[in-house]
């Protein structure tokens, strides 16, 4: 099992400890799709899978363990940063690249690095194909658009 699929498992384990809600089970399906999709990004990007993948499974763990959301992106990085820790498999600039990610994931109106850039749309886009037909949210139109375009949808 290589680092991603240990770290995913890992996630995957704390969530079968946690009480189910409905909202809950929502937020952990959006990680596990949101997850797929950064990998799929990366490789059309050329970033690498396992810090899209890390970044991607971590990037709402704060709403899924506390069902809160206020200031989600940057308490998420907090909460990644010692997961991250606890495990030994990622070294110091990995770790500062995930959470750094993590942290930004909220801006979606800006540009970041790539790898911040990549969970972002991976988050959009799972947004906006959670919704279709409806309406895109607000501060998500940009990214959508340049998305379908990047991707030819």
Not at 19 to 45: D, P, W
Not at 83 to 104: D, K, M
Not at 125 to 139: A, I, K
């Amino acid at each position: 099992m290589n680092r991603l699929q240990t770290l995913c498992k890992r996630v995957d384990d704390q969530f079968d400890t946690l009480e189910k809600t409905r909202f809950r089970s929502f937020v952990y399906a959006h990680i596990h799709a949101v997850t797929l999709l950064a990998l799929q990004l990366a490789k059309k990007r050329g970033i690498d899978p396992e810090l899209a993948g890390a970044a991607a499974r971590l990037h709402d763990i704060y709403t899924l363990t506390t069902l809160e959301s206020e200031d989600h992106a940057g308490k998420g990085a907090v909460l990644a940063e010692q997961l991250l820790r606890e495990t030994g498999q990622w070294q110091e600039t990995e770790i500062r690249a995930i959470c750094s990610a993590i942290a930004s994931h909220s801006e979606k109106d800006r540009s970041h690095g790539p790898l911040e850039d990549l969970l972002i749309d991976a988050d959009v886009l799972e947004h906006c194909l959670q919704r279709f037909p409806g309406p895109v949210r607000e501060g998500e139109e940009a990214r959508w658009a340049a998305l379908q375009t990047e991707l030819g949808l």
